[in-house]
């Protein structure tokens, strides 16, 4: 079983970046977390990260016959892109959507996500742990399809 988890523009500056919104965790150690409960629970799991549109689009369409689930937090291009909206949909493997903010707390053009819509489901504004929430939640999607 292998689960892609992509982060999308600006989360590499995890720590540096609003702490006060984001905390103080970087993108690795949540990476380092995610990556020690996949192993327990034998589980592949690879991570990817870009400040590109494209380059989403084209890590998910790498997805297809390659992996069983996806984690992504789209970011700004949550707000944006149907070009990512598309992308998860063409796929159509089970994806998780994740923001570490509660984004309907936030200004006016957060509260609307373009991508959720076509994801099975969302986890939103647990900070980082939304990840942990994520990854649980993917592998009981998961184990219920492949019963
Ligand atoms: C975010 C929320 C987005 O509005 C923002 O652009 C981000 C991070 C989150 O995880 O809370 O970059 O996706």
Redesign the pocket.
């Known amino acids: 079983m292998k689960i892609v988890v992509i982060q ?4 590499n500056m995890l720590r540096v970046r609003e702490q006060q ?2 905390g103080p965790m970087r993108l690795e150690q949540i990476h380092a977390q995610m990556k020690e409960f996949a192993a327990q629970n034998g589980v592949d799991i690879e991570f990817y990260q870009s400040n590109l549109e494209g380059e989403i689009v084209d890590r998910i369409q790498e997805c297809y016959g390659d992996a069983d689930g996806i984690i992504i ?4 291009y ?2 944006t892109s149907i070009a990512i909206r598309d992308a998860i949909s063409a796929v159509s493997l089970p994806t998780i959507e ?4 509660n ?1 309907y707390r ?1 200004e006016e053009f ?1 509260q609307k996500s373009m991508t959720a819509p076509v994801c099975t489901s969302s986890i939103i504004g647990f900070g980082p742990f939304g990840y942990h929430l994520a990854m649980m939640g993917m592998l009981q999607i998961l184990s219920e399809i492949n019963a």
């Not at 999308?8 to 989360?11: D, R």
């Not at 937090?73 to 700004?76: I, Q, S």
């Not at 994740?98 to 903010?101: A, D, E, G, P, Q």
Request: aromatic content about 6%; proline content about 11%; glycine content about 6%.
């Open positions: 999308g523009p600006n989360l919104v984001y937090n789209p970011a700004a949550t707000h994740v923001h570490i903010s984004i936030r957060r």
